[in-house]
């Protein structure tokens, strides 16, 4: 029973921070309809930033974490202004953004690795605490503050996105551009705003990570291999599927390791991915419209 | 000293020539975003070293090593031919990470992390190829007959039959073309080839591990065929040629090693970004990256 219980929690755990990474990465899907790969070099390079004001200039921790959230939202807009503005200007198709955005990916992964080497860093938090017992399982502080975050943080995403001028106006341009245009939106500025708030939440998400587990240069990879599962099972074209399907598979994966030898965890991921596209590519709640779009 | 330095970046030549011109095949020619190529090189050095360390003779492992590969292309293309773009990208791509998983995790047979030492040199009609030049000139048939058959392919009624699938896959299907099965043809044969050339690599470096076949590699075998040019293999075989050489010089400049490996995926990703930036459609050319 406790072990049932353990791993209910160890999947909330997961699912909170695929959560995170999957609903920057399905705002910025639905807005600019690519797949951004570089959302993971977001948050390696961003638990470096942390890792550079915290660990090696001992700034306060509030502190290097603020900076970490502002430089990880300025870096995603920058790779926005530098790389994706002007070959959309040039009419690049979907595909040609999505192999220059894994280009990316790679460039600021071995540029972590060429400045900060290999190895892995940790950023700590006071003592390590032994955990909370609930119903048999064991749950950390920080776990819980993960937990929080994510909630809280999707919430608010939500609510924007509901409710305020500014997150109307980035769904009529997930909707539909050149309608979008025509009533004075310019998507332009609204795709910069989109990579600022998909990135920030991938640079709280990266403080988060660094705290529970830890800063090395390839750690981006496999949250980003978890954040596009998740936007895909759930639905890509909306957050709150991309928050369902990260969920999912946060589950899936943890009850998976029961059967099968941990080291498979990645591959589970991949398995759920393929049953998914084979039966219902737009994921749980997404609508049909747009799968086969290009 | 620098004769054997010399022969070993054009053995590698060779085996990349293989695998560009193969994935120009699906990329190119068919259209599809065929991000799981590494896989399919993999599955071919695994199962030709696997099949010689255990004592089968060169040449049946090699050409087991191949159709297995192509076997799994065929499987792969099972799920995904009739998915689009991003999609197909994300499903090939997600089949090299369980591909590669499995390398990594079936320890019994591959060893895991440890990966497969010793694996020997080809050997035919009891003459050994051992030394390097040797070796050299038989990547180079190799290469040489697999691209001729590549290209014959790419020539043929059928490689036309892949175009026009490109181009318009509603109009290819009207004129009654099954375009899911042509796709599925062109995955299976480039998934053939790459097991050969992943054959020639494990016989060669006489030592694989699942991290030769990671995404690193994905980003330099599209970086050939995109600074190429798509749909033609002309443009992979000097894609090839070009960014192989191109980091060599890195080595020269007194980098310490642990410098040396990154800055060489740096040099490759800046060249892919830059090529997708100026000239999109590469050197030679003729279609654009997901064009249609």
Not at chain 1, 149 to 164: A, E, N, P, Q
Not at chain 1, 195 to 220: D, R
Not at chain 2, 91 to 101: D, V
Not at chain 2, 227 to 236: C, D, E, F, N, T
Request: charged share 10%.
């Amino acid at each position: 029973m406790s072990i049932v219980v353990q791993l209910l929690i160890n999947s909330i755990i997961a699912g909170s921070i695929y959560a995170l990474i999957a609903s920057g990465f399905s705002l910025i899907y639905s807005v600019a309809k690519f797949m951004h790969f570089a959302h993971g070099a977001v948050v390696t390079v961003s638990a470096f930033i942390l890792f550079f004001f915290a660990g090696m200039l001992k700034f306060p921790f509030w502190l290097s974490a603020i900076l970490t959230i502002i430089f990880a939202a300025l870096f995603g807009l920058l790779m926005n202004l530098l790389c994706y503005r002007p070959m959309r200007k040039r009419k690049a198709t979907n595909a040609v953004l999505l192999i220059a955005s894994l280009a990316m990916f790679i460039l600021f992964q071995s540029l972590m690795i060429a400045v900060f080497g290999a190895d892995i860093k940790t950023v700590r938090l006071g003592q390590i605490s032994t955990g909370l017992n609930v119903f048999g399982g064991i749950i950390t502080e920080l776990q819980i503050i993960i937990v929080l975050v994510s909630v809280i943080l999707l919430v608010l995403l939500w609510l924007f996105m509901k409710k305020t001028r500014l997150g109307k106006a980035m769904r009529a341009v997930a909707d539909n551009k050149e309608v979008a245009q025509t009533v004075g939106i310019n998507p332009e500025k609204i795709y910069n705003i989109t990579f600022m708030i998909g990135s920030a939440i991938a640079g709280i998400a990266a403080v988060l990570i660094a705290l529970e587990q830890n800063v090395e240069p390839n750690m981006g990879f496999s949250l980003i291999i978890k954040g596009f599962t998740g936007a895909i099972i759930g639905g890509i074209h909306m957050v709150p599927g991309a928050v369902l399907g990260s969920y999912l598979l946060g589950l899936v994966e943890n009850f998976g390791i029961w059967f099968l030898p941990s080291g498979y965890k990645d591959a589970i991921a991949f398995v759920l991915l393929f049953i998914f596209l084979l039966i219902r590519p737009q994921g749980i709640l997404g609508i049909k419209r747009g799968v086969n779009n290009k | 000293m620098i004769e054997a330095y010399l022969i070993h970046i054009l053995i590698l030549i060779c085996i990349y020539i293989v695998l560009a011109v193969s994935l120009d095949l699906t990329v190119g020619f068919a259209g599809m975003l065929n991000m799981g190529h590494v896989a399919f090189f993999g599955i071919g050095a695994y199962t030709s070293a696997l099949l010689t360390l255990g004592g089968t003779p060169f040449l049946p492992a090699l050409i087991a090593g191949a159709i297995m590969a192509g076997i799994a292309g065929f499987v792969l293309s099972l799920p995904t031919t009739k998915l689009k773009g991003d999609y197909l990208a994300v499903a090939t791509l997600g089949f090299a990470f369980i591909i590669e998983s499995v390398l990594k995790n079936w320890v019994s047979l591959t060893r895991g992390p440890l990966g497969l030492p010793g694996i020997p040199r080809p050997e035919f009609f009891g003459i050994t190829v051992s030394s390097q030049l040797g070796y050299l000139i038989f990547s180079a048939v190799v290469m040489a007959i697999c691209v001729f058959l590549i290209v014959r392919v790419e020539k043929s009624p059928f490689g036309r039959m892949l175009e026009a699938t490109r181009d318009d896959e509603v109009a290819a299907s009207t004129l009654g073309k099954d375009v899911y099965k042509t796709k599925a043809i062109a995955l299976t044969v480039s998934a053939f080839f790459a097991g050969i050339a992943g054959s020639l690599y494990a016989h060669y470096i006489s030592f694989i591990d699942p991290t030769t076949f990671s995404l690193l590699e994905v980003i330099l075998l599209f970086s050939i065929i995109i600074v190429g040019g798509l749909g033609s293999s002309k443009g992979a075989i000097v894609g090839a040629i070009i960014l192989l050489i191109l980091p060599e010089p890195l080595r020269f400049l007194g980098f310490p090693s642990s410098i040396v490996g990154p800055a060489r995926q740096i040099l490759y990703a800046l060249i892919l970004l830059l090529i997708l930036y100026f000239r999109p459609k590469g050197i030679f050319g003729r279609v654009e990256l997901g064009e249609s």
